[in-house]
């Protein structure tokens, strides 16, 4: 039989709900992290990420927001709870500007055999900067799954619990952020950059192996 800690999600709520400061902080110093990235991810505004996570926290602290362990771990709650607060602000401000191509949920569109291979390996090369500025022109429903799939490392399920759609409209919207970052990376000339880092790596590498066997000329 598995022993309670007290240091679980579950075990830290029930003592921040009895006045435990501490526990608060605990989960605080757990959660505040991911929750963080994702909201400067989603709204790249540091200032207002930070908002977000406050709120996310406070609602916690005074029960303003019901979390309900028989419905998922306390993490990914608390990034829908952040992702509905982003929403809002989204309707409020009206700033986003959708990329080409990203047209309406029942449009059709044409999507390219090597999207998934090809963005993959843009977020794999740490882009850091180049990832950050297409995802931030995606559409706020297409920049939720990019993020939680692409950065949080969530699984379709997860994302679908917390974004309130099913798996198969997850797969939908990341085929579609995929290509649109793609396309968006195409017109940068990221994708050109990221080939020539590659080819330069390899070379490296080459040498630096004919160095170590003595076939270099």
Same mark, same amino acid.
């Given at each position: 039989?598995?022993?309670?800690?007290? %240091?679980? %999600?579950?075990?830290?709520?029930?003592?921040?709900?009895?006045?435990?400061?501490?526990?608060?902080?605990?989960?605080?110093?757990? +959660?505040?992290?991911?929750?963080?990235?994702?909201?400067?991810?989603?709204?790249?505004?540091?200032?207002?990420?930070? %908002?977000?996570?406050?709120?996310?926290?406070?609602?916690?602290?005074?029960? /303003?927001?019901?979390?309900? @362990?028989?419905?998922?771990?306390?993490?990914?709650?608390?990034?829908?709870?952040?992702?509905?607060?982003?929403?809002?602000? %989204?309707?409020?401000?009206?700033? +986003?500007?959708?990329?080409?191509?990203?047209?309406?949920?029942?449009?059709?569109?044409?999507?390219?055999?090597?999207?998934?291979?090809? /963005?993959? @390996?843009?977020?794999?090369?740490?882009?850091?900067? +180049?990832?950050?500025?297409?995802?931030?022109?995606?559409?706020? +429903?297409?920049?939720?799954?990019?993020?939680?799939?692409?950065?949080?490392?969530?699984?379709?399920?997860?994302?679908?619990?917390?974004?309130?759609?099913?798996?198969?409209?997850?797969?939908?919207?990341? /085929?579609?952020?995929?290509?649109?970052?793609?396309?968006?990376?195409?017109?940068?000339?990221?994708?050109?950059?990221?080939?020539?880092?590659?080819?330069?790596?390899?070379?490296?590498?080459?040498?630096?192996?004919?160095?170590?066997?003595?076939?270099?000329?």
């Amino acid at each position: 039989m598995k022993t309670d800690t007290g %240091d679980t %999600d579950s075990s830290l709520l029930r003592q921040m709900r009895d006045g435990d400061a501490a526990a608060f902080q605990r989960l605080y110093q757990r +959660h505040q992290g991911p929750i963080y990235r994702y909201a400067l991810m989603r709204c790249s505004q540091s200032a207002l990420a930070a %908002d977000v996570v406050q709120d996310v926290f406070m609602g916690l602290l005074t029960r /303003s927001y019901r979390y309900d @362990a028989g419905l998922g771990n306390l993490q990914n709650f608390l990034f829908g709870v952040a992702r509905n607060l982003l929403l809002k602000q %989204d309707q409020a401000q009206r700033r +986003h500007q959708p990329l080409p191509g990203l047209g309406d949920e029942d449009q059709e569109e044409v999507l390219m055999s090597e999207t998934a291979e090809a /963005s993959d @390996a843009i977020f794999s090369q740490q882009l850091t900067e +180049h990832v950050r500025q297409a995802v931030s022109v995606l559409r706020p +429903h297409y920049r939720d799954v990019i993020i939680l799939y692409e950065l949080q490392e969530l699984s379709y399920a997860e994302i679908a619990v917390i974004c309130s759609i099913d798996i198969g409209t997850v797969r939908s919207r990341l /085929s579609r952020a995929r290509a649109a970052i793609l396309q968006y990376s195409d017109r940068m000339g990221w994708r050109t950059e990221l080939a020539m880092r590659t080819t330069t790596a390899s070379a490296t590498a080459s040498r630096a192996n004919a160095t170590m066997t003595g076939t270099e000329q």
